[in-house]
């Protein structure tokens, strides 16, 4: 199966592009708008991005019978991108020499798949990395410096590979914080949508603190949209023997505070609601204090889609989100993307869950486990 990556500045122009070159047989794998940076970074605009797949490479009648238009239709956009900024000589010479970067970018990737002596576990990598929810764009840069490193020692072997993609992943997180002291501060709040484990993991949280910790600990609840959560977590705070808090608004939230505060750590439940909604956040916000003495974990489950983890996390940024917390680990067989999601949002993890055990199914996370359970993953 032959598979390609496409940019456009819109389907429609992306599917002539898969057409003009895979023919009319070739399937979409996956989609997503992207913004597509042009010379060096300086502009950038919206654009869509394609992978696409065919079983056999298309024949050469095929191709002749497709628009030789469209690929100067692309460049010709390209020019006039060029032309708002610059003057005409110099918008030859840049698109020139960006033309050439591209050839010599396309170079690099043609010579890297019909180099005989580059290992087969090295496409074997790619390949399930390409698979898994990191982006490709990063997947392809990733191997590309891998394999220049390659041809500077081409005895290099599979488990020198690995550890390359792993020192790849890792250096792709150096500047994102991984906090393990998450109950510095005396207040914690885990928010989320619903159906991913927030009571529970909140449940946790507070057992470790107050078990393994020796803290002193209480809950307050603003999740009164179901009575079935209150009454879970006063069975957790009756065995752990702590005081909670019900609140229905922002004067019932402050009270709590003040009543709570001689206590080590106060832990904070909230709603589960359809957080695609803006309305909701808006609702959180009204009653919640997020302010300086309290933590935040935005809670997202490892089985939902990678592009609703982002719609959510898109969504909760402006709260404040200190960190995230990933669960259901247990439920799911790809955990790539509580890695891309870290990346992307430059923001670490503090726990992983991996079962319904209080408190044993928390995992304190660091960068290092986060990405050796991907090596695991695809090796």
């Not at 991108?81 to 970018?105: C, P």
């Not at 302010?291 to 592009?307: A, G």
């Not at 992983?352 to 993953?377: A, F, H, W, Y």
């Amino acid at each position: 199966m032959k598979v390609k990556k496409y940019k456009a500045e819109n389907m429609q122009q992306a599917m002539q592009l898969v057409r003009l070159e895979l023919g009319d047989d070739a399937v979409i794998l996956n989609s997503k708008s992207v913004k597509t940076s042009r010379f060096f970074g300086l502009l950038s605009k919206k654009g869509v991005e394609v992978i696409a797949a065919v079983d056999e490479e298309p024949s050469s009648q095929t191709l002749k019978t497709k628009n030789p238009q469209i690929q100067p239709e692309g460049i010709q956009a390209s020019k006039q991108t060029i032309s708002t900024s610059t003057s005409r000589v110099e918008q030859d010479k840049l698109f020139d020499s960006i033309q050439e970067m591209k050839k010599m970018m396309k170079s690099l990737t043609q010579e890297k798949q019909r180099d005989p002596l580059l290992p087969d576990f090295f496409f074997h990598l790619e390949e399930k990395l390409v698979q898994s929810e990191i982006s490709p764009l990063h997947v392809e840069e990733m191997m590309d410096t891998i394999y220049e490193k390659w041809l500077e020692n081409k005895t290099m072997t599979d488990n020198s590979i690995l550890e390359l993609v792993e020192g790849g992943l890792l250096q792709s997180l150096k500047e994102v914080s991984f906090d393990q002291d998450p109950y510095k501060k005396k207040f914690i709040c885990l928010v989320g949508p619903t159906g991913v484990g927030k009571t529970t993991t909140l449940a946790k949280l507070a057992a470790n603190a107050s078990l393994r910790k020796g803290k002193s600990i209480g809950f307050i609840t603003t999740d009164t949209y179901r009575i079935a959560a209150i009454e879970q977590l006063k069975t957790y705070a009756s065995i752990l023997e702590a005081p909670i808090e019900v609140c229905y608004s922002a004067e019932d939230f402050l009270a709590a505070k003040n009543k709570l505060s001689h206590l080590d750590v106060v832990f904070i439940d909230t709603a589960g609601r359809n957080f695609l909604n803006e309305h909701f956040i808006e609702e959180l916000k009204e009653v919640l204090d997020f302010k300086e003495e309290m933590t935040t974990f935005l809670v997202l489950s490892l089985t939902s889609k990678m592009t609703d983890m982002k719609k959510i996390a898109d969504q909760f940024w402006n709260v404040g989100i200190h960190q995230f917390i990933f669960t259901k680990k247990d439920e799911t067989t790809s955990i790539s993307s509580m890695y891309e999601i870290s990346r992307l949002y430059q923001k670490g993890a503090a726990f992983i869950t991996d079962g319904q055990n209080v408190p044993e199914d928390l995992i304190p996370c660091t960068k290092e486990l986060m990405v050796r359970s991907i090596i695991e993953e695809i090796a």
